[in-house]
Each structure stands twice: as structure tokens, then as C-alpha cells.
T-cell receptor, first 117, second 114 residues
């Protein structure tokens, strides 16, 4: 398996522009997570999906952020409009959680480094 | 809300030295515990995890961690580090038996000098 795939790997954009980050989870995984990593705030969970349904979006910083998972093999995280403080590395992760089995491992993608100027 | 504390933000040590990284969490119920590692320029990878049973967990690359429920701790250890262990280490906690949400600690950057 190719693992979790994220695109683009690097994104540089100007303030006010729309940014779309993409993620392809590992095939067969039923959970998908979006994280943001910054020096100041560390690794933060933004939102996660189970079977394509958003379960917890309490980490989404504000309405400028939105995430979708139209099918089991694709998810997007959109920022509109982007601001310099959104500059961070955004990670997507996926996991498989069979019922009755705890502690499933989350598999992380390589991340998208976003710079908003 | 659940919180995870990693008290050491930066650790510098020489090769062959022993390593211990602290992790404490605040949740009083059932927990699943994880240590992830992020090598420079790479994504997070699982080192080890605790679900149930033996509180001493062995992971990859010679790492181990001990779950001490009374202390709400899950410290990571390695008896003899190598230069290749230079990385950032994250403790994470999943609270309860349901769901799949992890809360991560702030990370500890470890630099191993050759």
C-alpha cells in the first residue's frame, strides 16, 4: 500500500486566496483525521471522519476552515480566505478500527506545508 | 477536557546515553496510550502503544514505555540511544473505549550528538 497520500506537499499562497488540501487515506480504513502542526501550538486535531461522516469538528479554528469527505478514498480541507496565521503543516491520517479492538494505530501522511504570505 | 503534558521540550544527549521522556495525562477513566516519533522532515510514525494487559510495552527500535495508572503517566525509555534517534517524540492519549480521537502532547525534541 502506498500509505496516506497528501497533495500538494508544499503550497505558497497570498492572503485572501482559497487553499484546498487533499488526502487519500489507506484503502479500507474507516477513520480519517486532519491535523495542524505549528511550532507554537504543536499538533492539533482539526476534524475527523468515520465512514465519511464528520464526527468531531471542534478543533476547526473558525468558519474559514471546512472539510469534506465525499467518499471513502478522498477528503479535502479548504481554507477560504487564507490568512498568514494559517501557515502550518497540515497532516492527514487514517486508521482502521475493528469493533472491540482498542488502540488502533493512526497512519500519517507526509503533510502539506502551507505558507500564506 | 483531556490534556497531555510532556514536560521536557528539548533533550540533548550523547550516543549510548539512556533516554527517558515523561508523559502525563489528565483523564481518570480508561485510556489507550501511544508514543509517536517524527524524524526530521518526515511524518509521524507509531513507536508503541498500550491498550491493556502488561503495563510495560515494548515498541520498535528498542523503545519501551511503562503505564503507571496511579501516576497517570506513560513514560518512554530507551537504554542506549543512537544518533538516528534524533527526532521529535509525541505522547498521545485516547480516552474511553469508544471513538478514535487522540489528544497529543506538545512533543519533545531529542537531539543525539554523535
Amino acid at each position: 500500500d502506498a500509505g496516506v497520500i497528501q497533495s500538494p506537499r508544499h503550497e505558497v499562497t497570498e492572503m485572501g486566496q482559497e487553499v484546498t488540501l487533499r488526502c487519500k487515506p489507506i484503502s479500507g480504513h474507516d477513520y480519517l483525521f486532519w491535523y495542524r502542526q505549528t511550532m507554537m501550538r504543536g499538533l492539533e486535531l482539526l476534524i475527523y471522519f468515520n465512514n465519511n461522516v464528520p464526527i468531531d469538528d471542534s478543533g476547526m479554528p473558525e468558519d474559514r476552515f471546512s472539510a469534506k469527505m465525499p467518499n471513502a478514498s478522498f477528503s479535502t480541507l479548504k481554507i477560504q480566505p487564507s490568512e498568514p496565521r494559517d501557515s502550518a503543516v497540515y497532516f492527514c491520517a487514517s486508521s482502521l478500527h475493528p469493533p472491540g479492538q482498542g488502540a488502533p494505530e493512526q497512519y500519517f501522511g507526509p503533510g502539506t506545508r502551507l505558507t500564506v504570505t | 477536557a483531556q490534556s497531555v503534558s510532556q514536560h521536557n521540550h528539548h533533550v540533548i544527549l550523547s550516543e549510548a546515553a539512556s533516554l527517558e521522556l515523561g508523559c502525563n495525562y489528565s483523564y481518570g477513566g480508561t485510556v489507550n496510550l501511544f508514543w509517536y516519533v517524527q524524524y526530521p522532515g518526515q511524518h509521524l510514525q507509531l513507536l508503541l502503544k498500550y491498550f491493556s494487559g502488561d503495563p510495560l510495552v515494548k515498541g520498535i527500535k528498542g523503545f519501551e514505555a511503562e503505564f503507571i495508572k496511579s501516576k497517570f503517566s506513560f513514560n518512554l525509555r530507551k537504554p542506549s540511544v543512537q544518533w538516528s534517534d534524533t527526532a521529535e517524540y509525541f505522547c498521545a492519549v485516547k480516552e474511553g473505549a469508544a471513538g478514535n480521537k487522540l489528544t497529543f502532547g506538545g512533543g519533545t525534541r531529542v537531539l543525539v550528538k554523535p
